[in-house]
């Protein structure tokens, strides 16, 4: 039978898990557990690395381990937990409810329709060529291209589960439809195309976290994101040098 210290534990582990698997950055997530813990009348540690959540009762000499790896983001599932966290501190929830709602926060899917996601791929590949007062028709083949890449991109994620593969074919998929549209003619400046349609496969949560986490004092934590993200980065540039250079030996 397992007695209220050790559900309290086991509730914020649970807390802890889906916030840092979510995105969340590790001394947010500390804060978060330690609250809970003291609004629910048990005096919790709560200590966080990018594997594994700790919480430990000092006063009882007992320790849960939860083990965790890097994961994508769900900043909803972080406000949502932030959010319930919240009222339970402030009383306005029972504990009984906090473990309803986080139930429900940890099997949900968020997940944007995707009519929804390629129109935001595209909208974020134009973006850059603005900047670069590119010609309307790279442009809009910069639109296409990214929805294509942001494509390639799921569609090897979904065949693949080995990291960083998804990235570098979409990378190599974007390089090779703007090389052969300038080499057809359809476009003007393929580098420019290039670079704008990688835009949807930037990890700029990763490197914004990174930074908020060694900012913050979570030297290991934001070294590992910001690893993470620099091995994303080398994949869609792996992907890009590849296409490149399979087209110059085919062409020239």
Same mark, same amino acid.
């Given at each position: 039978m397992v007695d209220y210290t050790d559900d309290v534990m086991q509730t914020c582990g649970k807390v802890g898990t889906i916030l840092l698997t979510s995105g969340a950055e590790t001394s947010r =997530?500390?804060?978060t557990v330690e609250y809970i813990g003291h609004a629910a009348g048990v005096a919790i540690s709560c200590y966080v690395t990018m594997t594994a959540v700790f919480i430990s009762v000092n006063q009882m000499g007992r320790t849960m381990m939860f083990k965790t790896k890097l994961s994508g983001f769900n900043l909803q599932k972080v406000d949502e937990l932030n959010q319930a966290s919240r009222q339970f501190t402030a009383h306005q929830i029972s504990y009984d409810k906090l473990k309803e709602e986080l139930e429900r926060i940890d099997h949900q899917v968020i997940e944007f329709n995707w009519p929804t996601k390629i129109l935001g791929a595209g909208l974020v590949s134009v973006a850059p060529m603005f900047l670069f007062k590119a010609?309307? &028709? #790279? $442009? &809009? /083949? @910069?639109?296409f291209i990214g929805i294509v890449g942001f494509l390639a991109t799921m569609w090897v994620a979904n065949k693949h589960k080995t990291p960083y593969i998804k990235e570098l074919a979409g990378g190599f998929t974007i390089a090779l439809l703007s090389i052969l549209a300038v080499k057809t003619g359809i476009g003007i400046d393929s #580098?420019? %195309?290039? =670079?704008? @349609? $990688? %835009? !949807? /496969? =930037? !990890? &700029?949560?990763?490197i914004t976290n990174s930074f908020r986490e060694i900012m913050a004092g979570e030297i290991i934590s934001g070294l590992v994101r910001g690893v993470d993200a620099v091995l994303v980065a080398i994949a869609i540039g792996s992907g890009v040098v590849l296409a490149t250079s399979l087209l110059y030996m085919i062409g020239g």
């Open positions: =997530v500390e804060q010609t309307w &028709g #790279d $442009l &809009g /083949l @910069s639109f #580098d420019k %195309m290039i =670079v704008s @349609s $990688l %835009m !949807p /496969l =930037v !990890p &700029g949560v990763a």
